[in-house]
């Protein structure tokens, strides 16, 4: 049988980034992930990046989300996947980190990635919804 880790989304405030989003694997293990996401790069404008956090930061954050169970060996095409993702360039007000992992999303599902089950599309209205209050978040803070 092929070794399966967790896909996930990690939320956390970081500075002036309010609500970001960024994805990871989590193969149960107590040691360093690997995040992967958009980040502000100047004004308006996103660039992809990954960094390393430690898993038990990222069980102390805001929430994680798991997305789905996938195989080990999958791990690859997931993430040159996640570095393909357009970056739309229309303003911070309508694309954020939190649109990155939709559409992260709409492309596993597509490509097969994602075991489109009863409870993996639960999770995802779940997802959709965290989305538009977070929008709804913003607004109101006026950033």
């Excluded at 958009?38 to 308006?44: H, L, R």
């Excluded at 993430?79 to 990155?100: C, F, H, M, N, P």
């Excluded at 994602?114 to 599309?121: A, G, H, N």
Aim: charged share 25%.
């Amino acid at each position: 049988m092929t070794s399966q880790v967790d896909l996930c989304i990690a939320i956390y405030n970081e500075g002036d980034c309010h609500e970001h989003w960024a994805l990871y694997f989590d193969d149960h293990q107590f040691d360093d992930k690997t995040l992967f996401s958009v980040k502000p790069s100047s004004p308006g404008q996103f660039c992809h990046t990954t960094e390393t956090r430690h898993a038990q930061t990222l069980r102390d954050q805001d929430e994680s989300i798991f997305i789905c169970s996938v195989a080990a060996d999958q791990e690859n095409d997931i993430l040159s996947i996640a570095e393909e993702i357009k970056i739309r360039d229309v303003g911070i007000e309508v694309w954020t980190s939190q649109q990155y992992v939709l559409d992260f999303l709409d492309v596993l599902e597509a490509n097969g990635l994602i075991p489109m089950s009863m409870e993996y599309l639960g999770r995802r209205e779940y997802i959709r919804g965290r989305v538009a209050r977070a929008r709804v978040d913003y607004a109101f803070r006026g950033d």
